[in-house]
């Protein structure tokens, strides 16, 4: 049952270029796995290595969460039992119509996952929420919270860094729940400066890393969220697709085409001394863009390509 996880893939370090005398290059966890890609495979590998086979998982996330199609596929792979608490009770009120519009949803659902619908209010109890204290007597369960992160997932993403990369000066990656962010700022070198670029507004990130390690050898580079969670202007969405143009690699909108972004910027606003080396982390998150595209054909006249 642990053989998908039972290897610590290694991703390649591509060089990206020399702009403006600083050297830019982007490890590849987004080709880990097709479906259970980047940080997801980190975060969900010791979470369920050693799952029991009578247990049922239970975790958490919005339609096109890339946590819950991956715990799903994961599952899959490893003959487990799922479940999947979804954001948006709208959304079970028309299954059928929801899985034919929703591919990370369908996927999830064809993996096996059995899929919940809360509202918006229940959803923000987590633990308190009704749903879960039933399933909790239905069930043997093991819960993974929302986006993966608690204490094993930041063990997974630890393995991120290798020998190699203590040539870099910056490790630069994206925050979501922040376990990612913190399994880096654990594994990095005293002379390495990690930078973080939130995906969400708030000034809560700092606490949250401060639950799981005192390192102070980082930035939050705040101003890069174009305005919040699954936020974009054309700009960005321009970006992503120039960037895919010139170097032949998919940048999502969420998370990762966020972080390319404000590096540029900050390399343009001479942020960073010459010569200095800076590895970003693709964290993957590529499988919700052609619902992303949906979005972007109905409001306007432009898309990722």
């Known amino acids: 049952m642990t053989n998908f996880f039972k290897n610590t893939p290694i991703s390649d370090n591509l060089f990206i270029e020399k702009y403006k005398g600083v050297e830019i290059y982007l490890k590849r966890e987004d080709q880990i796995h097709p479906e259970v890609s980047g940080n997801k495979f980190r975060k969900l590998k010791y979470n369920l290595i050693d799952v029991r086979k009578n247990q049922t998982v239970l975790t958490f996330g919005g339609a096109f969460s890339n946590h819950i199609l991956a715990t799903a596929k994961a599952c899959e792979m490893l003959n487990l039992n799922c479940i999947g608490v979804i954001r ?70 630890q393995e991120i860094l290798t020998e190699e990369d203590k040539q870099f000066d910056y490790i630069a990656c994206a925050l979501g729940t922040s376990g990612t962010f913190v399994g880096l700022l654990k594994s990095s070198e005293p002379h390495q400066h990690l930078l973080g670029f939130p995906a969400l507004k708030g000034d809560f990130f700092k606490n949250e890393i401060q639950k799981y390690t005192q390192r102070q050898n ?57 010569n200095t080396r800076i590895l970003a982390i693709h964290t993957g998150g590529l499988q919700g863009i052609d619902g992303f595209n949906a979005k972007l054909r109905s409001k306007n006249n432009y898309e990722i390509i």
Do not use: W
């Open 88 to 157: 948006g009770d709208e959304l079970g009120v028309d299954l059928e119509k929801t899985l034919c519009q929703n591919e990370t949803l369908r996927t999830a659902n064809e993996a096996g996952m059995k899929l919940y619908f809360v509202s918006r209010q229940d959803y923000r109890l987590k633990d308190e929420m009704p749903l879960l204290q039933k399933l909790l007597e239905d069930f043997d369960l093991l819960v993974i919270p929302e986006g993966g992160t608690n204490e094993k997932a930041i063990l997974g993403c």
């Open 218 to 274: 980082y930035t939050l580079e705040a101003q890069y969220h174009f305005g919040g969670y699954a936020k974009y202007n054309k700009d960005l969405i321009d970006f992503i697709n120039c960037f895919k143009q010139k170097y032949q690699v998919q940048l999502d909108p969420i998370y990762t085409g966020k972080m390319i972004y404000g590096l540029y910027e900050m390399i343009e606003k001479n942020q960073f001394q010459k």
